[in-house]
């Protein structure tokens, strides 16, 4: 039996929206303001990450997004991310042939992510995605919250990792690491 991590890249005020600067938000880009230094001890934590993990659970639009940018990279990162089994939710997709070992699932997120967690032994990780990832800790289907943070407050505007999660949910803090001197990699488990 799997569990279902959700791994993502916030600001302190929890926007995650538009982290490279590509969709015209704002105050977007705030991810590629990391000083060199700081990229390179990120990218440590996330390609020991991507090691470990057993299957990516990834909506629509961020699989097209890392698709376009890493289907073809070389390097073990690279190839660790093709070997890796990519679950795609989308309602659209027939199929998702840009990229080895990628499934399109149609139907429930829920529903699907039960169906995963049943099927995969390991971690399945969840990246960007925020409809998908604020579905999952809406249904309690999170075994495991790990948040990037980055050093900005955002403000008004910016969609939030927690917009509204219709009540309260309770959360065990159960780690805190420091990244490269600028990052907080916060991880929570719920109770």
Do not use: C
Not at 12 to 25: A, C, H, I, L, N
Not at 42 to 70: D, N
Not at 126 to 154: F, I, N, W
């Amino acid at each position: 039996m799997g569990r279902i991590v959700v791994h993502e890249n916030v600001s302190v005020d929890g926007v995650m929206q538009d982290p490279s600067g590509e969709e015209g938000y704002a105050s977007g880009g705030w991810f590629t303001r990391m000083p060199q230094e700081v990229f390179a001890a990120w990218g440590e934590v996330e390609f020991q990450e991507a090691q470990e993990f057993a299957a990516w659970f990834i909506g629509r639009g961020t699989y097209q997004w890392f698709a376009e940018r890493w289907s073809a990279r070389e390097g073990a990162w690279g190839d660790r991310l093709r070997e890796v089994p990519k679950y795609v939710l989308s309602a659209t997709l027939a199929d998702a042939p840009e990229w080895a070992n990628s499934f399109v699932v149609k139907g429930d997120p829920v529903a699907e992510a039960k169906r995963l967690r049943d099927e995969v032994d390991g971690d399945i990780v969840v990246y960007g995605s925020r409809p998908l990832a604020q579905a999952l800790l809406e249904h309690g289907m999170v075994d495991e919250l790990r948040l990037m943070t980055h050093p900005y407050l955002l403000g008004a505007g910016g969609e939030r990792l927690f917009p509204d999660q219709g009540g309260m949910h309770e959360l065990r803090l159960a780690g805190v690491r420091e990244i490269g001197g600028h990052l907080a990699l916060l991880t929570y488990r719920p109770l």
